[in-house]
């Protein structure tokens, strides 16, 4: 068998710890596998300022980025490849959905590449966001007010009501909720991280049987079907671990991502078919 010439890596509960930082063994496997010449893919839900700012610098700057699972690419030297945007009329018609009854629920959006809320964030909301203190909040606007210009991405927190609002706007929105059902991703229709690595595969001018992919969550279930050697953490999904190559260690274990390396891409023992 070929060695691997990619390896794609989500980032909350695959690549990032519970603290949000890579552990020196993970990332001193990650560090190698890159000596070796094999491609760095961060394929994340997180925009980019947010890759940017919980990365090293040393691993963004050799990294391809898909962010807002898909809506973005950027390359390694920080260019922006394509951005899919949503229609303004269908975030109206979201936000009205939303926002219809309940003005003081959360509601924020991104819209070409900075991030607004209709309310401040208290700290219940940056757990649910995943961000820290340190990271410089988002701009308050009122979603009614504000004229939209070229809207990446959709965040609602806490949709209770998930299976009407998917019901609603499913078929004309790529729409995502988090495993532990606290937030609600809405992107365009064509959307994907599968879709962004497919495209990015065919410039790098790579098979889908070179490329290993890790990942825990619901945003990662289309790169597990797109591609054959797919790794899910120990503390997965499980329709993730149903269709994984192989198990990992849970995200919060210093070598989880390290061990699969080591084992597959610097000392590679077996590679069996999946």
């Known amino acids: 068998m070929e060695p691997f010439k990619a390896i794609v890596l989500d980032l909350d509960g695959t690549l990032l710890g ?39 610098g040393w691993l ?31 975030f109206h018609a979201v936000r009205d959905w939303v926002l219809r009854d309940a003005r003081s629920r959360h509601f924020s959006w991104y819209d070409e590449g900075q991030w607004y809320t209709n309310l401040p964030l208290d700290d219940k909301m940056r757990r649910i966001y995943g961000i820290s203190i340190q990271y410089p909040p988002p701009f308050v606007a009122n979603p009614f007010e504000r004229v939209p210009l ?11 009501e998930f299976e009407g609002f998917h019901s609603a706007f499913g078929v004309e929105l790529s729409i ?38 890790f990942g825990d969550d619901t945003n990662d279930l289309a790169l597990f079907q797109y591609l054959p050697y797919c790794v899910a953490m120990g ?40």
């Not at 699972?69 to 949503?86: E, H, K, Q």
């Open 18 to 56: 519970p603290d949000r930082t890579i552990t020196p063994e993970n990332l001193d496997a990650v560090r190698r596998c890159h000596d070796r010449g094999v491609h760095l893919i961060v394929a994340t839900a997180r925009p980019v300022d947010s890759v940017r700012h919980l990365l090293p």
């Open 60 to 90: 963004y700057a050799v990294s391809w980025k898909i962010c807002h699972n898909g809506a973005v690419l950027v390359d390694p030297a920080d260019r922006f490849r394509f951005r899919m945007t949503i229609g303004n009329h269908l």
């Open 150 to 160: 070229s809207i990446e991405k959709i965040l609602v927190p806490e949709l209770s």
């Open 176 to 213: 995502i909720r988090t495993k532990d059902d606290s937030l609600t991703m809405v992107m365009a229709a064509a959307v994907g991280k599968e879709k962004a690595l497919e495209a990015l595969l065919h410039e790098l001018r790579l098979r889908q049987e070179d490329v290993m992919v």
């Open 235 to 274: 503390d997965a999904l499980p329709a993730l671990k149903a269709r994984a190559w192989r198990i990992a260690g849970a995200h919060t274990q210093p070598d989880s991502i390290a061990a699969v390396l080591w084992d597959t891409v610097l000392h590679p023992t077996s590679r069996e078919l999946p």
